[in-house]
Structure formats: C-alpha cells, structure tokens
C-alpha cells in the first residue's frame, strides 16, 4: 500500500463538491499512478467531468485534498498556475485560441508561461505538430481547420509545456464519427509511451485497449474499478451493468 | 455669406484658443480614462471578490453621478482640503474618472463576448491572470469593444464643454465671450458645431478602420 502510494502522480481523497444543492462528487478516492492511464466512464451528469476538471482546480471542490506529484494543490495565484503548466488539459471543444495562428498555440505556453526562447519552442512546437500531423497548417487560424485537426492541435498544445500528467475531458464527444479515430490514435500512441493519463470518455474501444484501468462513476459516486477486460467482460456492480448493456447493445 | 466668415476670421484666435483646449483637454482625459477604465474593468472580472466589489461600486456611484457635479466637487470642494490644483487639470481628472466608469462597462461586456473556454484553456497551460486577459481574453474582447468605445469617446468629447462652466477656455467657452463683443450668437453656435464635427471625423474613421482590420483576422 505504501508502495503505491509512492508511486501515484495523483491521489484524490474524500474529495466532495456540491453545485448548488447538488451533490456532484460524493466522497471520491482515487489515486492515479505515474505512467498509468485511467479511463473514467459512467453516465451523463455522474460527475466524470467535474472530477477532471477538479484535478487541475478548474472546479475548485468543497472538502478532501488532492495530491499532485506529492504536493496538496494551491488554493490560487502563482503555485495554482505553476501546478497547472505541469499539468496538460484537452477539453470537449478543444478551445484553441482563436485569435492566433496554429503555431502560436503551441508557442504561448512555453514562450509566456516558461519564458522559453522562441526559437528553442518554435522548434520544439513544429515537432509537435509534426507528430500529430499537422504541420502543414501551422500558419492557419484554429477556425480554418477541422475539428478532428483542432483537437489534435490541442493536444500538441498541452504537450508543448512538457506536463507530468494529461487530463482529456471528453475529447472525442463534439467530433464527426470520422475524426474520432485520428484523435484517438494520438492518444493510444500518447498511452504507449507511458503519459500519465486521465481520460474522461465513451470511447469504449479506446477503453479496453489502452487502459490501464477502468474507473466508472454514477450520480457523483465512483462505483467501480477495474482492469479494462475485467470490468467489460465481468461488471461488478449492477449500475455498471446495467451502463454497459445499454452502451454496447448498440 | 461674408458675415458669417467674419465671425470666424475676426475672432479666429479666441476659436483657436478654445479648440485647442477641447483638443488638449480631450487627448489627456481619452488616455486617463482608458488606462483607469481598462483597470476597473479588469477589476471586475478578476477571481478576488475585493477587487470585484470595489470596480462595482465606483460604477454604481461615478457613472450616476451627473458629470457637472464631478466637476464641482473637484473644482469646489477638493480645495476645501487644502489641495490646490489648475481648473485644466482639474477637468482632466473629472472626465477621467467620470467616463473610466464608461470605458470600464465596455471593458467588462467585451471580456463577456469572449467564450469561457477560451480563459479556461489559457489557465489551464499556467497562465497567471494578468496573462489570460493581456494574451488571450482583451485581445479577442477588442473587437467587440471598439463601436461601444468610440461611442463613449465622442460623448467624452462633448462633455468637454462642461468644463467651460468651471474656468476653463474651451470650445464651450467661446459663446460667452462672443457675446460679449457682440457678434451674431447663431453664426457662432453654428461654428462651434462644425468644429466639433471636424474633431469628430478622425473618430469616426478609427473605428472604422480598426472594424475592418480585426474583422478580416478572425
């Protein structure tokens, strides 16, 4: 146990936060391993989103703690940001900035956050985008290109400052079926190289093959958790089975 | 015909004189209030509750204060305190507190145009919160703010003339005087008006061009 205490990038303890009445994270536990990758599914409005996002404190919560890299997270200001550059972020509508070029996404971090040299990041940010296959457009604007092309962008984006750990919310939900899979490709390879990962999705493919674990979650409650093949082929719960009948049925 | 040019060129220095001090008056309150509006409004959207309240309640009280009493209270009663400043200065710190509260509504419904998305993705890669809204957020804001703020700066220079009530020469200056040497008081209202249409026009075609400019980068 205290092994892998040692070991975990990211640990969430007792963590709780209401919106409003609503009590959307109920007394959440989960530590996160250095190189894991954690796929959290369940249902819409189960909180998946909200514990995402509470890890690099876009959603500040309400009690518990969380641990990053050994450290409890600041509350705000300066210690927030620097915890937050170590920790890259893709979200659901990719959120590329709009008013500047593809390269200059890429840049802005390295460049205002890290006062990196220009010239070193410009470098390291065609590479980047070389790698997720977009380096031919590195001069367009973020509305020029297509979604499957955007997100890939952010995620070049959020490697760029070099994190500890990537939090996905939801990547792949606002994309046409076409371009899910150029998405996730990027995203298997990111996993293989041992990233640290939390994915929140469902994208159950991506689930059972690059998955370390699997954790489902339902009404802000973390129900269940377990090795991909052994939470799809044997679910423990009967809120995850009854989650998974009406996913795969289709 | 004649008449009406004579008015102007009999008195041209007095006219002069008084649009040079709309000028002047207008240029020092334009930056004064843009700088302290541009702060307020950063005031209000920033993540501590104090700055907040503080940037919502210099609005709520500076801009439902009429602008002649702004005046009085700087020319009149600020004295009282034993700090003596110019009437000039003291006009150019009236209009710049008095439309900062303009600029900073404009500042703030701007930085609303922008998606949350966009401020999320910026603190989410590190940035601090000078750094969201230096890099990311006014920049995109801008261009929402540029037709509203032209609005205010032409009002600002307008409101110029108040200053004429607290002795200060301006534009707003020369009817009084005018009729004192006892020229046509139509003819020179309607001078003054053209002057201030004439001063209006570079206005007018800023916004313009900056309207274009942003609107093709998008």
Known sequence: ??????????????????????????????????????????????GKSTLCRAINRLEPIDSGTITFDGQPLPAEGRALARLRSEVGMVFQSFNLFAHKTILQNVMLGPVKVRKEKPAAVRDRAMGLLERVG?????????????????????????????????????????????????????????????????????????????????????????????APAEFFANPKTERARDFLSKILTH | MTEFLRVLTDNWSLFADGFSNTVQLFLYSAVGSLVLGTLLGAFRVSPIPALRWFGATYVNIVRNTPLTLVFAFLVFAVPKL?????????????????????????????????????????????????????????????????????SVMIAMLKNTTIAAGFSVLEAGAIPAYMSERGEPQFIVLIWITIGFLILITPLVLLQRSLERKWAVSR
Request: proline share 5%; charged share 15%.
């Open chain 1, 1 to 46: 146990m205290d092994r892998v205490a040692d070991e975990a990038l990211i640990v969430l303890e007792k963590v709780n936060k209401w919106f409003g009445p609503l009590h959307v994270l109920q007394d959440v536990n989960l530590s996160v391993a250095r190189g894991e990758v954690v796929v959290v599914i369940g249902p819409s409005g189960s």
């Open chain 2, 82 to 150: 034993d700090v003596n400043i110019d009437y000039f200065p003291s006009a150019c710190i009236a209009l710049t507190v008095y439309t900062a509260a303009f600029v900073c509504e404009v500042v703030r419904s701007g930085v609303n145009t922008v998606a949350p998305g966009q401020a999320e993705a910026a603190r989410a890669i590190g940035m601090t919160f000078d750094q969201v809204l230096g890099q990311v957020i006014l920049p995109q804001a801008v261009r929402a703010m540029v037709p509203p703020l032209m």
């Open chain 1, 134 to 226: 977009i380096a031919s457009q590195a001069d367009k604007y973020p509305a020029q290109l297509s979604g499957g092309q955007q997100q890939r962008v952010a995620i070049a984006r959020a490697l760029a400052m070099q994190p500890k750990a990537l939090l996905f919310d939801e990547p792949t939900s606002a994309l046409d079926p076409e371009m899910v899979g150029e998405v996730l490709d990027v995203m298997t390879s990111l996993a293989a190289e041992g990233m640290t990962m939390v994915v929140v999705t469902h994208e159950m493919g991506f689930a059972r093959h690059a998955a370390n674990r699997v954790v489902f979650m339902a009404d802000g409650q973390l129900v269940e958790e377990a």
